[in-house]
């Protein structure tokens, strides 16, 4: 089935930034529904081609154009769970698509996840074609049949090594492992392009709470280095932890804070759940595998504000986080669900965040596409989209939305709601991807 895409020109609004360069935007779900959680990705091997997974259930869209058009895979939720989301997307080095997801048919107690837990799994779904088709069956990385006291697998992330080194090819996903008394991060690897995993390891010094509404550990992301070093990072109450694995993935070292923040969940006026995971990115150019980046967002300046530190040493040390959103500071406007790429090409970075400096009530939001040419010391930021969408409380937005950048043309996806729905009405959200192009 081909969607009817809606493709706007975009120009600067009243926040008076700049508009993001030679900007498009797309439309993916033809009207709204329950879509969030969207994850983004462009094939290093044929930057034309380009995949974006949103859910509930799991969807993918894919573009062979470089993103001009899109159609919508077929095939992709699986038949044998009732609800399957929790979408992230990647490329391997062959140019394979790889969705991952989680599937369950009922969820436990709210946010004490673990409490009640029944059966249910992590899985990928692969595509040899780069995201046109997909193959019937997905595969298994855990799977939980109704048992008491199981745990709930969550938010699994997967990054791929497409470089040409040792262990290109591997793929890795992390998540998070509730259970009744705890929280864990938890990690597995494929070394035959996803046909297999190895058994979850845990990767964390120490657990966290087992609610997931502050003290958990959560948020788990990772990033290949040119010389093949997965590096990874989650939240945890207040700071930010980080480990890294020089064996493609079979052994990692001590996992450790990095990073002071501010509480990374936090309530906001009119927005059902918000969080400030963070994320991390490696700079892949030759000699430049040391280099690295984590951005989050948390309160510590009263408003929430987006943020980004570097590290030049692979991690050791990490300069004073830079406050990524550039408006006045204590203006009371948010700034929250970031996410980050590094230009593997260029070696650029590239964020986008919801964005509220334009509302002074602080309860509408455009998106906003921050970019650094100087290596994170500081970023410039782009309207790119102009009209501000109002929810509510009532409405889930998501825990996270997606970015991806190759050779100066960036990639953003986000959930956004309808603006004719009205502020008060529970509609539902529509997933748009956002294009810009900062290539000559």
């Known amino acids: ?81 009732r609800v399957s989301g929790d979408v992230s997307v990647t490329y391997d080095n062959h140019g394979q698509a790889i969705l991952c997801y989680m599937a369950f048919d009922k969820l436990g107690r709210f946010n004490y996840w673990a409490h009640g837990a029944e059966r249910s799994g992590l899985f990928v779904r692969r595509s ?8 019937k069956n997905h595969i298994p990385v855990i799977e939980h049949s109704t048992e008491p006291n199981i745990p709930w697998e969550d938010k699994p992330y997967i990054v791929a090594d497409d470089t040409g080194g040792r262990f290109g090819g591997n793929l890795y996903i992390g998540w998070t492992r509730w259970t009744l008394t705890d929280s864990r991060i938890m990690f597995a690897r494929s070394t035959d392009g996803g046909r297999t995993w190895s ?18 550990l959560e948020g788990f992301d990772g990033a290949v280095a040119s010389d093949g070093t997965l590096y990874v990072v989650w939240c945890a109450l207040g700071r930010l932890q980080f480990t ?19 509480p990374t969940m936090f ?45 030049t040493d692979g991690g050791r040390t990490w300069g004073k986080p830079v406050r990524v959103n550039n408006d006045p500071l204590h203006n009371g406007a948010d700034h929250f669900f970031q996410w980050l790429a590094a230009d593997p090409v260029t070696g650029d970075v590239d964020l986008l965040f919801y964005d509220r400096r334009a509302d002074a009530r602080n309860r509408s939001q455009t998106v ?30 998501g825990d996270y939305s997606g970015i991806a950048a190759y050779g100066g043309r960036v990639y ?16 539902g959200t529509i997933v748009r991807v956002g294009i810009a192009d900062f290539g000559e």
């Open 1 to 81: 089935m081909r969607y009817i895409l809606l493709t706007i020109a975009v120009t600067a609004w009243a926040q008076n930034l700049p508009k993001a360069p030679k900007s498009e935007l797309h439309d993916l779900t033809a009207q709204a529904g329950y879509f969030t959680e969207p994850s983004i990705a462009v094939n290093p091997r044929d930057p034309q081609q380009v995949v974006a997974a949103f859910q509930d259930n799991a969807h993918i869209s894919f573009s062979r154009d470089g993103g001009k058009t899109w159609q919508a895979a077929a095939g992709i939720a699986p038949s044998n769970y």
């Open 128 to 135: 040899p074609d780069g995201g046109a088709t997909w193959e």
């Open 199 to 216: 058994a979850p390891l845990e990767i964390n010094a120490m657990r966290g709470l087992p609610r997931d509404d502050n003290g958990a």
């Open 244 to 262: 890294y694995s020089r064996d493609g993935g079979k052994t990692f070292a001590r996992a450790r804070d990095i990073i002071q923040t501010g």
């Open 267 to 311: 309530a906001l006026q009119a927005f059902s759940r918000a969080n400030g995971f963070a994320q991390i990115a490696a700079d892949r150019r030759a000699g430049k595998s040391g280099r690295l980046y984590v951005a989050w967002s948390d309160y510590t300046n009263g408003g929430v504000d987006v943020f980004c530190a570097t590290s």
């Open 368 to 397: 906003t596409l921050a970019r650094s040419a100087d290596g994170g010391r500081s970023f410039a930021n782009y309207a790119w989209t102009t009209e501000p969408f109002q929810t509510n409380d009532q409405v889930f937005m």
């Open 412 to 427: 953003g996806a986000w959930a956004e709601r309808p603006r004719e729905s009205g502020e008060t009405a529970r509609s």
